[in-house]
C-alpha cells in the first residue's frame, strides 16, 4: 500500500507570526532580520518584501537597499516557538505520526486513514482552516507517497496552497522542475551539475548512473535516486528538544567588558524565559564565544537544576571571566542550556521561602513578556523582541 504524507510549510513563518502579534504590519513589505547597518542577515521576509528580492539569509543591508521602504523587525524566536508548538499540538490530534522537522515544518504519515477521513485532499483543507482559526497563520501542503515528493510539492504550492502529487507519478512531476528544487542539493553541487549539462530534475534522474558516481560518489547514486522520486525515509517522532540557545553577532566586534556582560544579560533572558515556558530545567550552561580572527571556543558548566536568570547569567558571566583571555576583540557571544528535565511543580514541606518567591518573580515577569514583548538594548540600539 502506498504511503500518504503530508508535509506542512508554514508560509513566511517569522513574518506572519510578527503580524499576528502586530496587525497594523499587514499588507506591508516586511522584513524579520538584525540591524541593516551591522552584519545582520534575513530571517523571514513576506511575500509583498520578497516581490523586490528580499530571500532568507540574505544581508539585511542588501535587503534594504533592494526594498527601502519595508518594515524591519528584529526576530522573537521564544514566541516563533511557541507558535510552532501550537500547531504542533494541532497537528497531533490528526495524525498518529507527526514530525517537526524544523520550526515551521512538519511532516505527517498519515497512511490507512482515508477510512478515517476520506479524501486527503479534504483533510489537508481542514487542516489549513483550523490553523488558520486557531493561530492566524496561513500554510501550504504537500501530499505525496513519500517525504522528498511531498516537500517539493509543497513548495510548489505556496504561498497558502495545496498540492497532491498521485502515487506513480513522482518522476513526472519532479521531472519538469530545475534542478535546484530538489532537497539537499546546495549551491557548490547545483554549479557542478550545471557544469555537466544538468538543468532539471528529469535530466539528472536520466543522467548515468556511473557518471554520477564518479563525479559525487555516494552522494551520486542518492542523488538519481530522490531525481526518480525514490525516498525510503519514515516519518518519525523527534524526542524531546536536549538544548535552548541564543546568541548574537555584534556589528563591530568588542572587548567592552560592560558591553559583554550586558549582552550576556540579554542573552539569559531570551533562553530563560524560553526554558520556563516549556517547563523545563537546565542541568548544564554553556558559553561561546568567536572572536574578530573566526576563532571559535566553548566553555560549559553542570550545576544543580537551573531555569532561573539570575543563576544562569552568575554561570556564564563566570564562564566568560575565565575563558576570556586574548588580546582580540570579540564578535559574536551565545548562551546555551542542556541537559534539560522537567521542572517538578511540588511544593516541599521545608522550601526555602527565598525560591519561593524567586519562582513567582520569574512567572510574573513572564507574563508581562508575553502580554508586551522584550526591549533589548545593545548599545544605542534598541531592538524589541
Known sequence: MARTIFHLDMDAFFANVERVLNPSLKSKPLIVGGNPEGRGVVSSASYEARKYGVHSAMPMSRAKKLCPHAVIVTPRHGRYGEFS????????????????????????????????????????????????????????????????????????????????????????????????????????????????????IGDLARFPRDLLASSFGKVGESLGERARGVDREEVRERGRQKSLSQETTFESDSDDPVFLKTTLSHLVEEVGYRLRKQGMKAKTVSLKVRYSDFRTITRSRTVGEVDGNAEIYRIVRELLEKAHTRRVRIRLLGVCLSNLTPAVAQKQLFEDERERRKSSLYRSLDRIRDKFGLKLHFGSSIWRR
Open 85 to 200: 508548538g501550537r500547531i504542533y499540538r494541532i497537528l497531533q490530534t490528526y495524525a498518529p505520526l507527526v514530525e517537526r522537522a524544523s520550526i515551521d515544518e512538519f511532516y505527517l504519515d498519515l497512511t490507512g486513514c482515508e477510512r478515517l477521513y476520506g479524501h486527503m485532499l479534504r483533510l489537508a483543507g481542514k487542516l489549513k482552516e483550523v490553523i488558520l482559526r486557531e493561530t492566524g497563520l496561513p500554510c501550504s501542503i504537500g501530499i505525496a507517497s513519500n517525504k522528498l515528493v511531498a516537500k517539493v510539492a509543497s513548495g510548489q504550492a505556496k504561498p497558502d496552497g495545496l498540492l497532491r502529487i498521485p502515487p506513480g507519478e513522482e518522476s513526472l512531476f519532479l521531472s519538469r522542475l530545475p534542478v535546484k528544487e530538489l532537497p539537499g542539493i546546495g549551491e557548490t553541487t547545483h554549479k557542478k551539475l550545471r557544469d555537466r549539462g544538468i538543468r532539471t
